[in-house]
């Protein structure tokens, strides 16, 4: 069974950083993609960015780039989410994400982890 833990969540200024972890377990992930998604109160689930575990090919939605950097490492079976530049809009619960068949930024993945919130006070 596929487990997706994230840590690193919290409470920073706007313009801050912070950066969040994955820790993935239970399979090998050689053809997966990996995802983080957020929900604000009262929003849908949305897309923020995703890698291809074996291609490191990278997606953002166009309200991260260039604030927002994902990154995988292999050995250590993680996906961080390095994010600078935090803005009051950016407050949400983050979610990472699995899935074997080739879903980018669709919130349709196989698995996922429980969240971390991550606050921004302006």
């Known amino acids: 069974q596929v487990q997706l833990v994230e840590s690193g969540g919290g409470l920073v200024q706007a313009g801050g950083s912070l950066r969040l972890s994955c820790a993935a377990s239970?399979?090998?992930?050689?053809?997966?993609?990996m995802g983080w998604f957020r929900q604000a109160p009262g929003n849908e689930r949305e897309f923020v960015a995703a890698?291809?575990?074996?291609?490191?090919?990278?997606y953002y939605a166009d309200s991260v780039k260039g604030r927002f950097t994902i990154s995988r490492d292999k050995a250590k079976n993680t996906v961080d989410l390095q994010m600078n530049s935090l803005k009051p809009e950016d407050t949400a619960v983050y979610y990472c994400?699995?899935?074997?068949?080739?879903?980018?930024?669709?919130?349709?993945?196989?698995?996922w982890g429980q969240g971390t919130q991550v606050t921004v006070s302006s």
């Open positions: 994400a699995a899935n074997s068949r080739g879903i980018i930024s669709r919130p349709s993945y196989d698995f």
């Open positions: 239970g399979r090998t992930f050689s053809r997966y993609n």
């Open positions: 890698i291809g575990w074996n291609t490191g090919n990278t």
